[in-house]
């Protein structure tokens, strides 16, 4: 097969999302010829329905309490009002905007982009919705994943996080299932927003995988500010009244009426049609193409980044996979993803940040551990009158002092985590930490006064 004959690559990508943008590119970067074919928006998820425009909506509910907070620090602010038709069209604007920049990217690097649905046909061919067939040395698999949507009878009444950022109105009184990411940081968006918010979890515990003080105290918090939860309760049956209004009838709990159900509750590799069976590559058992650490499937020629390979499903584990990928089959150096110590963070009211081990899995682990924990009030909460305080920890693993875990809640816990991360993944020890001198008055100083 060659680059020269028209319909031909040397890589083919299926999916502009995070993952393929950066793969189509850097592959290109190294000579490649590159196409990639996307049936919506480039961007992928992460920029045109999940971190960033959820990111701006975060910021935009911060107001709420910061024009509260300004009386304590002299402001007069006249009463406020929120609306919502502005925050989410300038918002709208912006991942448009970022939408053109993406495509300007791929076709600075003569990635040839096809607005349409691609699927596989063999093991090295494509066919576009438009009817015409290509061939492709390499096929990358980036599709990503959607929102999992549970058979409930009336589920068609509720959105996801695909629908949320394009809501007509406000709703006053909303429900969201499921107690992870989305449910976390919609309840606090919403509720800054005014909304009455219903939190109803399957389990009783939100936010699994995360340190247990931190989840606990983002429950405290959430509860004191009003954000309502429902524990070991499921949906029996959701009804649209004739007021437009929802009525859902609930197992381990009262029914709720609401205005609006937001679904969150996880999110499955998008694979289906995409003709995987006749390429014949092979899925796992949760529906995801089955990848090695070169992110090869079972077929030489097929490979996947990204969420539809649910290994982290996280933008920049996707971008890196995207990368490591490109590098290592068009360019001169090898490379794996390391997925040690990828920090995380949930960016509910207040966030949470994270990286490496809970204190529960070090202890699994490493047997012996040592943990050093900063409960505190902000300064600007104690001035502003504000009852909410941080937590911040670290774990240390006792035989070798290395610090193998750190967890924050509070104000501008994920800004502060970045940099407290690379420490982690360098291995350093607590007298590193206490050797460094504080940097005074902040939050952050607080990771290195921890005795
Ligand atoms: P999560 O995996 O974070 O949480 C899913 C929640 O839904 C859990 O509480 C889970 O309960 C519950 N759940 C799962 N299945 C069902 C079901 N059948 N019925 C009822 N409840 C159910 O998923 P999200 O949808 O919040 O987010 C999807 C992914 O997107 C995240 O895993 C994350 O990787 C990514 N993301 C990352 C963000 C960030 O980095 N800040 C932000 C948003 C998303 P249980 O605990 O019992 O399993």
Known sequence: M??????????????????????????????????????????GTCVIRGCVPKKLLVYGAHFAEDLEDAAMFGWDV???????????????????????????????????????????????SIQLASGRTVTAGKILIATGARPFMPEVEGIEHAISSNEVFHLEKMPMRIVIAGGGYIANEFAGIFHQFGAHVVVVNRGDALLRG???????????????????????????????????????????????????????????????????????????????????????????????????????QLTPVAIREGHAFADSQFGDHAWHVDYDNVPNAVFSHPPIAAVGMTESEAKNKLGQVRTYTSDFRPMKNVLAGRNERSLYKLVVDAATDVVVGIHMIGPDAPEILQAAAIAVKAGLKKPDFDNTIALHPTMSEELVLMR
Not at 250 to 271: K, Q, Y
Request: a negative charge; proline letters at 3%.
């Open 2 to 43: 060659s680059a020269e004959e028209p319909g031909d690559y040397d890589l083919f990508v299926i999916g502009a999302g995070s993952g393929g943008v950066r793969a189509a590119r850097i592959a290109a970067a190294h000579g490649a010829t590159v196409a990639v074919a996307e049936e919506h928006k480039v961007g």
């Open 210 to 312: 995360y340190d247990e003080q931190m989840r606990d105290r983002l429950l405290q918090i959430s509860m004191t500010k009003g954000i309502e939860f429902r524990f070991n309760s499921t949906f029996d049956r959701i009804e649209k009244k004739a007021d437009g209004a929802l009525r859902l009838a609930m197992s381990g709990c009262d029914d709720i009426e609401a205005d609006a159900l937001l679904f969150a509750t996880g999110r499955i590799p998008n694979v289906e049609g995409l003709g995987l069976d006749l390429a014949g590559v092979k899925l796992g058992a949760k529906g995801e193409i089955k990848v090695d650490a070169n992110s090869r499937t079972n077929v030489s020629s097929i490979f996947a980044v990204g969420d539809v390979t649910d290994r982290i």
């Open 78 to 124: 006249p009463e406020k009002r929120f609306d919502w038709p502005v925050l989410r069209d300038n918002v709208l604007a912006e991942v448009g905007r970022l939408e053109g920049l993406y495509e300007q990217t791929l076709g600075n690097h003569d990635v040839e982009i096809f607005h349409e649905r691609a699927v596989l046909t063999g093991p090295d």
